[in-house]
Each structure stands twice: as structure tokens, then as C-alpha cells.
């Protein structure tokens, strides 16, 4: 009897996992309060957005990757997240507030608590724990509350972000862009006598705008993609927004414009504040004002910084308790996540996600923590347009359809009203598509030299599969689209997410493969457990293994 019941749980839960919830789900009332207006999930969005990015990735990926070119990589990573990690960003806030007070944090910890291990960090960071389980206590509160401290918080940030661009311009130093191969190299011969005794290989590319060449731009805007990875946040909020069909969809149009807009201007001025190599890849910004004499304003950088990692923590905590409630109240998580406060907030959900964040925050490094964030926001920005894709071309409801067997006809002249059979001939070929992108990836990462010679089996392999690539999406085109009429839906639908998918994995491929990220890579390298993953824009130098 017992062994009964346990399979009919079990046949429940299996069924649980795929059966599909309708678009518009009548009758089911929200558990949350709708409190929120479009200004508020802009607010959101770009206050946790505008965060580690500006402030302390653009150090590292302008010195050690891109050099003055990373405001075209915040140009590309912004335009895939156009069309398509809560631990690393209170990481960078601990680096941020120990660099206020002169390192005691590191100097502190590294000595009573040293970690030395690949992936992890040099210390176990008990401040950014505490930090993250603070702001899950506010977040547990109440959101009407969250969404006012963000609002406060985000305001100084934009302040301060207005007071670093125009202070970049004014003091900045257009020679900072054009940097000779010379200066480079004595650069690099001084760096290389001062690390010596680390034995660290120093690399600070050719000068000029593009000291890495355009791969390393490449490069730096797969890792400039965690920059805006906080904006998601805001498609968790759809049941606590007064009107989410729209206000949901502005609000990451504005706030993914005015997050870029910041980093392109921040990165701008950072590299023409002083020369890429010497920028500090913790706290980039505060040392480029003391570089340039303006001691005092690299305080009120360090206090804006703060404040905007302290939103751009709070956002990016703030989906991950909906999603465990969302998915306890159906019944796939355990039934306690599902336990709504007399304040309308997801208690149990929020301490859980806040619970498991602070455990990797203080284990993992910064580097491991932005990859294993980037890497999922990648992953997720793919399905979501494998899933308009597919949504797009579903069978009307309401309809009769004939049963309809597989045709090749069928695939060029299809019925003039999307049927079962014209929705699975769209189902497969955005699989083909995917594998296809895949395959693609791989080919012109391993055979990328070769394709530059010119050698003819490297390019009739890329030849067949964008031959073939292009007419599946022809396929696609050719299949009749759902009657159902959704808000902000607009033409080319499948061209525009089928290109999304082709470059989140492109992006994918050039992420580190080392630390614990090692697990979600597409392909590791077999000589080397450090090398970065495989990917149609990295070059050789990124492939080899780090000391």
C-alpha cells in the first residue's frame, strides 16, 4: 500500500513538471499586492542594473581584456540583452567598502582565514554574507518598502554616474585612446619586474583603441553581459504591477536604454581618466580620480558605489524568492516556500534564496561568481526566445483541426491558419536551429584561423551549415503565425530570436571555463582545466592556460 502511494506521488510530480500553464490564467487570484507602476520597475531595473558593471567590472575588463574598446563591448553585450547573480554583486560591494577603509577586510581575513584554492576566493567573505542576509530581511518585509529604498539609493547612483562622465570629459586625456606600442611595452617590462617573484605572465596587448584587437572586444562583451543581467527583475514583478502587459515591457526597454547609456559614458571617461593598463581592477574608479589629483572625489565615488551596488543587490535578489514561491505554489518545490506574510511578501522563499547566495558568496571569488551569473543569464535569455519563438507559431485555440501527416509539401505550402502540424514542424526546426548553432560554434572556434586562410575544408563545413541554417529559418517564415493578438508584439519576431540565441551562445563560448563554472561550459579545452571555453570570437591567447 505505502509502495502504491509513493508512485502515485511520484507520477503526480512527473506530471506536474510538464503539463503547460495558459498564457492567461483565469480565475486565479494574486497572493501579491499590486503596488507597483512603470516608474517603479524602471527604478528597479536600472538600480539593479547599474551596479558591480559600472563600477568595478569595467576596471577589470578595459585593462586585462578590451582595453579603451570596452564602450563597444557594452555596445554589443546591450544590444544581445535587447534582444533576448546576486552573489557577485555584494562581492563587489565588499570590495568596494574594504577599499574605503584600506583593505582591512582582506588584510584581515586573508591572514586568519586563508583559502587557497582554483575557483574559490583568498578568504571567506563573512561581510558579503551578512550583507546578502540583510537585504533579504528588507526584501521579506515588504516589497512597497524594497522599491522605495531603491528608489532613494538609485537616485545618488545616477548623481554620482552624471558627476564621474562629465569629470571624465573635462579632465580626461584623448592620448589614453591612442597609446603607443612603445609605452606598452616599457608598461609591461615595469610590471613584469614587479610581479616577478609571482611569476604572473603580463599582457597589455598592442595599444591604441583596440589594444586586444577586435577579439578581445569580443571577448570583453561576453564578460560585459553580467553587466546587464539585473533588469530581468523586472519580468518576476507581473503580480504585483497595476497593469504588467505594458508596464513590464517599458520598464526593461527604458531602464536597458539608460543602463547602457551609463556604462558607455562611465567606460568612456574611466579610460580617458588614465591609461587602460593602470587601471585598479577592484576599485577601478575611486584610484582613476586620485590618479588624476581629485583625492576627495574618489570618497564620494566610493559612498555612490555603494549605494549603487547596495540596489543592484537588492534587484537581483528580488526575483529569485517569486520564482521558488511561483514554483511551490505548483506544487514542483517543497510546500513551505509557498507561505505568503500577513505584509503580502514570500518569507520563507526570500531568507531560502537569501540562505544559498550567502553561501557562495562566501566561497567563491569574483571572477567564478560574474562567469556562473553570466552563464545562466545567457541560458535564460536563450530559452526565452526559443520560447516567443515557439508561442508565436502555436495552433489557435478554438479551431478544429484535421489530424495532418508530415509532408515535405507541407513545410513550403502550409494552411493559411497555424494548425497541431504547421506548430510541430515550428517545435523542430528551432531545435535543428539550435543544434545547428551549436555545431556552428564549435566549427568556427576550432577552425577560425583556417577559415581566415581561406582553406576550403574549413569553409564548406560553415558553408552547409549556414546553408542549411538559413533554410530552416525560411521554414519558420513560410508557417503560418498564431491569430492571438499579445501586447508588443512586432514583425520579424522569429529572425530577431532566432539571432538572440545564435549570440547568448556565441557569448557563451567565450566565458572563462575555470572554477566551478566548469560544469555549465559547452566544451572544455583537454590539455588545460583552465582554459576559457570554446567560442567563435575568442582568440588563441584566451585559450591557453593562466598560471
Given at each position: 500500500?505505502?509502495?502504491?502511494?509513493?508512485?502515485?506521488?511520484?507520477?503526480?510530480?512527473?506530471?506536474?513538471?510538464?503539463?503547460?500553464?495558459?498564457?492567461?490564467?483565469?480565475?486565479?487570484?494574486?497572493?501579491?499586492?499590486?503596488?507597483?507602476?512603470?516608474l517603479?520597475?524602471?527604478?528597479l531595473?536600472v538600480?539593479?542594473?547599474?551596479?558591480?558593471g559600472?563600477?568595478?567590472?569595467?576596471?577589470?575588463?578595459?585593462?586585462?581584456?578590451?582595453?579603451?574598446s570596452?564602450?563597444?563591448s557594452?555596445?554589443?553585450?546591450?544590444?544581445?540583452?535587447a534582444f533576448?547573480g546576486?552573489?557577485s554583486?555584494?562581492?563587489a560591494?565588499?570590495?568596494?567598502?574594504?577599499?574605503l577603509?584600506?583593505?582591512?577586510?582582506?588584510?584581515?581575513?586573508?591572514?586568519?582565514?586563508?583559502?587557497?584554492?582554483?575557483?574559490?576566493?583568498?578568504y571567506?567573505?563573512?561581510?558579503?554574507?551578512?550583507?546578502?542576509m540583510?537585504?533579504?530581511?528588507?526584501?521579506?518585509?515588504?516589497?512597497?518598502?524594497?522599491?522605495?529604498l531603491?528608489?532613494?539609493?538609485?537616485?545618488?547612483?545616477?548623481?554620482?554616474?552624471l558627476?564621474?562622465i562629465?569629470?571624465?570629459?573635462?579632465?580626461?586625456?584623448?592620448?589614453?585612446?591612442?597609446?603607443?606600442?612603445?609605452?606598452?611595452?616599457n608598461a609591461?617590462?615595469?610590471?613584469e619586474?614587479?610581479?616577478?617573484?609571482?611569476?604572473?605572465?603580463?599582457?597589455f596587448?598592442?595599444?591604441?583603441?583596440?589594444?586586444?584587437?577586435?577579439?578581445?572586444?569580443?571577448?570583453?562583451?561576453?564578460t560585459?553581459?553580467?553587466?546587464?543581467?539585473?533588469?530581468?527583475?523586472?519580468?518576476?514583478?507581473?503580480?504585483?504591477?497595476?497593469?504588467?502587459?505594458?508596464?513590464i515591457?517599458?520598464?526593461?526597454?527604458v531602464?536597458?536604454?539608460?543602463?547602457?547609456?551609463a556604462?558607455?559614458?562611465?567606460?568612456?571617461?574611466?579610460?580617458?581618466?588614465?591609461?587602460?593598463?593602470?587601471?585598479?581592477?577592484?576599485?577601478?574608479?575611486?584610484?582613476?580620480?586620485?590618479?588624476?589629483?581629485?583625492?576627495?572625489?574618489?570618497?564620494?565615488?566610493?559612498?555612490?558605489?555603494?549605494?549603487a551596488?547596495?540596489?543592484?543587490?537588492?534587484?537581483?535578489?528580488f526575483?529569485?524568492p517569486r520564482?521558488l514561491?511561483?514554483?511551490?505554489?505548483?506544487?514542483?518545490?517543497?510546500?513551505?516556500?509557498s507561505?505568503?506574510?500577513?505584509?503580502?511578501?514570500?518569507v520563507?522563499?526570500?531568507?531560502?534564496?537569501?540562505?544559498?547566495?550567502?553561501?557562495?558568496?562566501?566561497?567563491?571569488d569574483?571572477?567564478?561568481?560574474?562567469?556562473?551569473?553570466?552563464i545562466g543569464?545567457?541560458?535564460?535569455?536563450?530559452?526565452?526566445?526559443?520560447?516567443?519563438l515557439?508561442?508565436?507559431?502555436k495552433?489557435?485555440?478554438?479551431?478544429?483541426?484535421?489530424?495532418?501527416?508530415?509532408?515535405?509539401?507541407?513545410?513550403?505550402?502550409?494552411?493559411?491558419?497555424?494548425?497541431?502540424?504547421?506548430?510541430?514542424?515550428?517545435?523542430?526546426?528551432?531545435?535543428?536551429?539550435?543544434?545547428?548553432?551549436?555545431?556552428?560554434?564549435?566549427?568556427?572556434?576550432?577552425?577560425?584561423?583556417?577559415?581566415?586562410?581561406?582553406?576550403?575544408?574549413?569553409?564548406?563545413?560553415?558553408?552547409?551549415?549556414v546553408?542549411?541554417?538559413?533554410?530552416?529559418?525560411?521554414?519558420?517564415?513560410?508557417?503560418p503565425?498564431?491569430?492571438?493578438?499579445?501586447?508588443?508584439?512586432?514583425?520579424?519576431?522569429?529572425?530577431?530570436?532566432?539571432?538572440?540565441?545564435?549570440?547568448?551562445?556565441?557569448?557563451?563560448?567565450c566565458?572563462?571555463?575555470?572554477?566551478?563554472?566548469?560544469?555549465?561550459?559547452?566544451r572544455?579545452?583537454?590539455?588545460?582545466p583552465?582554459?576559457?571555453?570554446t567560442?567563435?570570437?575568442?582568440?588563441?591567447?584566451?585559450?591557453?592556460?593562466?598560471p
Amino acid at each position: 500500500m505505502t509502495t502504491r502511494i509513493s508512485s502515485v506521488k511520484v507520477l503526480r510530480f512527473f506530471r506536474s513538471l510538464t503539463r503547460k500553464k495558459p498564457l492567461e490564467p483565469e480565475g486565479e487570484a494574486s497572493n501579491f499586492c499590486r503596488c507597483l507602476t512603470t516608474l517603479d520597475l524602471v527604478g528597479l531595473g536600472v538600480g539593479s542594473t547599474l551596479g558591480a558593471g559600472v563600477y568595478v567590472l569595467s576596471g577589470e575588463v578595459a585593462r586585462e581584456v578590451a582595453g579603451p574598446s570596452i564602450i563597444i563591448s557594452f555596445l554589443i553585450a546591450a544590444v544581445a540583452s535587447a534582444f533576448a547573480g546576486t552573489s557577485s554583486v555584494a562581492k563587489a560591494w565588499t570590495g568596494t567598502f574594504d577599499d574605503l577603509i584600506d583593505n582591512v577586510i582582506a588584510e584581515t581575513l586573508g591572514k586568519h582565514t586563508p583559502m587557497d584554492s582554483p575557483g574559490l576566493a583568498l578568504y571567506p567573505d563573512f561581510f558579503a554574507a551578512g550583507l546578502i542576509m540583510l537585504l533579504a530581511g528588507v526584501l521579506a518585509y515588504g516589497v512597497k518598502e524594497s522599491a522605495v529604498l531603491n528608489t532613494v539609493f538609485t537616485a545618488v547612483n545616477i548623481v554620482v554616474l552624471l558627476f564621474i562622465i562629465i569629470s571624465g570629459f573635462i579632465k580626461g586625456d584623448i592620448d589614453n585612446w591612442h597609446i603607443s606600442e612603445e609605452t606598452i611595452l616599457n608598461a609591461t617590462r615595469q610590471m613584469e619586474n614587479l610581479t616577478l617573484a609571482q611569476n604572473e605572465t603580463i599582457d597589455f596587448g598592442v595599444g591604441g583603441f583596440f589594444p586586444f584587437g577586435f577579439d578581445g572586444t569580443l571577448a570583453g562583451a561576453a564578460t560585459c553581459f553580467y553587466a546587464f543581467v539585473g533588469f530581468d527583475c523586472i519580468a518576476t514583478t507581473g503580480e504585483e504591477v497595476r497593469n504588467p502587459q505594458k508596464a513590464i515591457p517599458l520598464g526593461i526597454v527604458v531602464s536597458l536604454l539608460i543602463c547602457f547609456l551609463a556604462y558607455f559614458g562611465v567606460s568612456a571617461a574611466l579610460t580617458l581618466l588614465m591609461p587602460y593598463y593602470l587601471l585598479d581592477t577592484h576599485s577601478p574608479l575611486p584610484v582613476a580620480f586620485e590618479y588624476i589629483g581629485w583625492e576627495p572625489a574618489k570618497y564620494a565615488v566610493a559612498v555612490g558605489s555603494l549605494c549603487a551596488l547596495s540596489t543592484s543587490l537588492l534587484g537581483v535578489m528580488f526575483p529569485m524568492p517569486r520564482v521558488l514561491f511561483a514554483m511551490a505554489r505548483d506544487g514542483l518545490l517543497f510546500k513551505p516556500l509557498s507561505y505568503m506574510s500577513s505584509r503580502q511578501s514570500p518569507v520563507f522563499a526570500t531568507l531560502s534564496s537569501g540562505a544559498v547566495a550567502a553561501f557562495m558568496v562566501l566561497l567563491f571569488d569574483l571572477k567564478a561568481l560574474v562567469d556562473m551569473s553570466s552563464i545562466g543569464t545567457i541560458f535564460a535569455y536563450t530559452l526565452v526566445a526559443v520560447c516567443v519563438l515557439v508561442l508565436r507559431y502555436k495552433e489557435d485555440t478554438g479551431f478544429v483541426h484535421s489530424s495532418e501527416a508530415f509532408t515535405v509539401m507541407g513545410l513550403l505550402r502550409p494552411p493559411s491558419r497555424p494548425t497541431r502540424r504547421t506548430s510541430k514542424n515550428v517545435n523542430m526546426a528551432t531545435i535543428i536551429i539550435l543544434f545547428l548553432v551549436i555545431v556552428l560554434s564549435l566549427v568556427l572556434s576550432e577552425a577560425l584561423d583556417s577559415l581566415r586562410r581561406g582553406e576550403w575544408w574549413s569553409v564548406l563545413p560553415v558553408f552547409v551549415l549556414v546553408l542549411t541554417l538559413v533554410l530552416t529559418v525560411v521554414i519558420i517564415w513560410r508557417q503560418p503565425q498564431s491569430t492571438t493578438k499579445a501586447a508588443f508584439m512586432y514583425l520579424h519576431e522569429y529572425l530577431s530570436d532566432g539571432s538572440a540565441g545564435r549570440r547568448n551562445l556565441d557569448q557563451l563560448c567565450c566565458l572563462d571555463g575555470s572554477g566551478p563554472d566548469h560544469l555549465f561550459r559547452l566544451r572544455g579545452s583537454s590539455q588545460c582545466p583552465k582554459a576559457k571555453a570554446t567560442g567563435v570570437s575568442c582568440p588563441a591567447k584566451y585559450l591557453q592556460c593562466k598560471p
